[in-house]
C-alpha cells in the first residue's frame, strides 16, 4: 500500500503533512531545520529497540523573534542592549540572536562576549540577575559550524525572573570563555559539561573531570560517542550491553 507522501515502508513526516498543526511540539515550518530523524532515538543501523523504527521528524532550532517579545522581555532586551551600548559594545556583535520560544527568553551571545554580557547582567541594577544555577551542554552533529552548545540558565532573585544565554562553538574548536568569575558555582557544572560533551571553559580554575575517570576517552553524552556499554550481571541473568541487544528492525 501507498500515498501520496511515499512508497509502502517508507517513514512519512507528520510536520511535512497538512494535518501536523494538531500534533504537540510541532514548529511546522519555523524555525531552522538541521536534520531530519528517523526512528525514536535517531538509530538507522538497526539497534532502535523502541519499536518506533518509522517515525520520522524534523529537528530543529527555534529561529530568531521580532519584537515586541510580550511581558518583561521586552524590558530585559532594552536594559541589556542599552547597557551594552553604554560600554561602547553594539548590542549586536554580541547578541547573535534573541529567541522567545515556549515562553522563554534566550539571548544567543557571541562567545568572545559572553563574559561582558554575565556580568552586565548580573550588575545592572535593572537586570540584576544573581545567580547562575547551571550550564549544560547540548550536541547537534548537524548544526554545521555550532554543533556544541553551553546553555545558561540565570535567574534573578531581585526582579523573580528567568533568562538563559546560548553559546554555539564548532566542534573543531570547542572553546567557551568559563563564567566561574563572574558566577562562581558553575565551577562544577563547567567541569560537568566539559566531561560530558568535550566543551573546554578557558580560564577555568581546574577543569578536570569531574565524574568520568581522568583516563577516560571521549565524552559519553556526545552523539558520536560509540553506544558501547558493559553488560549487567544480574542472579541467574545477564543483560547484554545496549549494542549487542536485539532489534526491531
Known amino acids: 500500500m501507498s500515498d501520496a507522501h511515499g512508497t509502502a515502508?517508507?517513514?512519512?513526516?507528520?510536520?511535512?503533512?497538512?494535518?501536523?498543526?494538531?500534533?504537540p511540539g510541532?514548529?511546522?515550518?519555523?524555525?531552522?531545520?538541521?536534520?531530519?530523524?528517523?526512528?525514536?532515538f535517531g538509530a538507522n543501523n538497526g539497534?532502535?529497540?523502541?519499536?518506533?523504527?518509522?517515525?520520522?521528524?524534523?529537528?530543529?532550532?527555534?529561529?530568531?523573534?521580532?519584537?515586541?517579545?510580550?511581558?518583561w522581555f521586552d524590558e530585559v532586551a532594552?536594559?541589556?542592549e542599552g547597557a551594552l551600548e553604554e560600554q561602547g559594545l553594539l548590542p549586536?556583535?554580541?547578541?547573535?540572536?534573541?529567541?522567545?520560544?515556549?515562553?522563554e527568553l534566550t539571548f544567543h551571545i557571541e562567545r568572545e562576549h559572553l563574559v561582558r554580557v554575565a556580568t552586565t547582567l548580573r550588575d545592572d541594577p535593572?537586570?540584576?540577575?544573581e545567580l547562575c544555577t547551571g550550564v549544560s551542554g547540548v550536541h547537534y552533529p548537524n548544526d554545521k559550524g555550532r554543533e556544541l552548545h553551553a546553555v545558561y540558565h540565570l535567574r534573578s532573585i531581585t526582579h523573580n525572573r528567568l533568562i538563559r544565554l546560548e553559546v554555539g562553538v564548532p566542534d573543531g574548536d570547542p572553546h567557551i570563555p568559563s563564567l566561574v568569575s563572574v558566577y562562581p558555582t558553575n565551577d562544577w557544572h563547567e567541569r560537568e559539561t566539559y566531561d560530558f560533551f568535550g566543551i573546554v571553559f578557558d580560564g577555568h580554575p581546574a577543569l578536570t573531570r569531574i565524574l568520568m575517570p581522568d583516563d577516560w576517552q571521549g565524552h559519553p553524552q556526545r552523539k558520536d560517542y560509540p553506544l558501547g556499554g558493559i553488560p549487567v550481571e544480574y542472579k541467574g541473568a545477564r543483560i547484554p550491553a545496549p549494542d549487542q541487544r536485539r532489534s526491531y528492525s
Open 126 to 129: 535593572a537586570l540584576r540577575f
Open 92 to 103: 549586536g556583535n554580541a547578541i547573535g540572536k534573541t529567541v522567545v520560544d515556549r515562553g
Open 78 to 80: 532594552d536594559e541589556l
Open 26 to 40: 510541532q514548529r511546522g515550518d519555523g524555525g531552522e531545520e538541521i536534520r531530519v530523524q528517523r526512528g525514536m
Open 9 to 23: 515502508g517508507e517513514g512519512v513526516n507528520p510536520e511535512k503533512d497538512l494535518s501536523a498543526e494538531n500534533l
Open 47 to 71: 539497534g532502535d529497540t523502541s519499536g518506533y523504527g518509522g517515525l520520522v521528524r524534523s529537528v530543529r532550532l527555534p529561529g530568531a523573534s521580532n519584537r515586541p517579545y510580550g511581558g
